[in-house]
């Protein structure tokens, strides 16, 4: 979750950040070299899909439900949830990409 100071920093200056400065106000989980992007991404793609979508699922509501939110992220799950399909359904519409 991203400190309420560095939030506050990065949407008052409008300020470009590295990708050290992403990972250390935790707007990202990880950073590598951009050559090893898509080796990265795809293996954790692989390590996800490789769980029952159902716990996938249901582990991802459960996230929704109890993490802080954003202003934005509020103002989306105002929608009845609708952000909360989408997430549920682009997971599933991945494994069934990976898993072909």
Not at 4 to 10: C, F, V
Not at 12 to 40: C, F, H, K
Not at 67 to 91: F, I
């Amino acid at each position: 979750m991203v400190q309420h100071k560095a939030a506050m920093e990065l949407m008052l200056t409008g300020d470009p950040i590295s990708a050290q400065r992403a990972y250390e106000v935790g707007l990202v989980n990880r950073v590598v070299p951009w050559a090893e992007l898509m080796s990265t991404a795809t293996a954790y793609v692989e390590r996800i899909v490789d769980n029952a979508l159902l716990v996938l699922a249901m582990m991802s509501r459960y996230a929704q439900e109890v993490t802080p939110k954003g202003p934005a992220e509020e103002e989306n799950l105002l929608c009845d949830g609708t952000a909360q399909e989408l997430s549920v359904h682009a997971l599933v519409g991945a494994t069934v990409v990976l898993k072909r």
